[in-house]
């Protein structure tokens, strides 16, 4: 029998021999265990270009987001009007920046942020549209652009504008605008975006798309908001809205 003097030594012997399965499992769970140091990794001119586009993404645009009703407002310091058109600009920014991402092997989740932003963004206009559907039917037969679909809203409900003059004075009769609202959503679509999801939305779409066929030859306040050259509010025939059908 072993004395208690080989004690020490016996332990050293059965340490020394670990059994085999003990080194199985630690060549297993090592790459599991060891942390992750990207810091060391040397990233290709592609991603830190793209990297660089996605920071400035975040800095001037997706940090400016209402976010209850997805709406951007024109200006950055801006917290009441959320603009439908600067709207449509920043979805396409945010979401031709996560096309880019979706060619990378590692997106790191960014390709995901960025289109869901960009969807978010599409669904608040169409949600802020939808409230008016009586104005658009109304449209389509009178072609008066006191029916018109209007082209701001509030930043933080996605509803019409509640101002003492109750935004009547604004230029909201923008064809260009609902076309290229309808030229985006497809574009997204076709790329693999889930924008519309019920019944009812499909066809409001389809009534978007009559209120741009039987009117883009009707005398609208152009892309610039401001009716005529001479900026009078009146409206006139624009060459934006003409070439948006």
């Known amino acids: 029998m072993p004395s208690r003097n080989d004690g020490p030594a016996l332990l050293k012997r059965r340490s020394a021999k670990p059994f085999a399965g003990n080194l199985r499992l630690r060549r297993l769970t090592k790459a599991y265990l060891e942390p992750l140091d990207d810091n060391n990794k ?89 409230q008016q559907s009586k104005n658009l039917d109304a449209f389509k037969s009178q072609n008066s652009s006191e029916f018109a679909l209007h082209a701001r809203f509030d930043l933080s409900s996605g509803m019409g504008l509640e101002t003492p003059n109750d935004d009547l004075h604004y230029g909201h009769l923008q064809m260009d605008l609902v076309a290229l609202y309808l030229l985006t959503l497809v574009q997204m679509i076709s790329a693999g975006c889930k924008v519309i999801y019920t019944h009812h939305e499909v066809n409001f779409i389809q009534n978007l798309v009559f209120y741009i066929e039987r009117t883009y030859r009707t005398p609208d306040f152009g892309m610039w908001e401001r009716g005529t050259r001479y900026n009078n509010g009146k409206p006139e025939l624009h060459a934006s809205s003409l070439g948006s059908f």
Not at 44 to 49: D, F, L, N
Not at 58 to 82: A, N
């Open 42 to 130: 040397e990233m290709s001119p592609t991603v830190a270009k793209i990297d660089q586009i996605y920071d400035l993404t975040q800095e001037l645009i997706v940090q400016c987001q209402s976010v209850t009703s997805g709406l951007f407002p024109r200006y950055s310091k801006d917290r009441d009007v959320g603009y439908v058109k600067d709207s449509i600009y920043c979805a396409m920014a945010c979401w031709a920046c996560s096309v880019a991402y979706k060619r990378l092997d590692d997106d790191r989740g960014r390709q995901t942020e960025l289109r869901q932003t960009a969807v978010k963004t599409m669904r608040g206009i169409l949600f802020s549209w939808m």
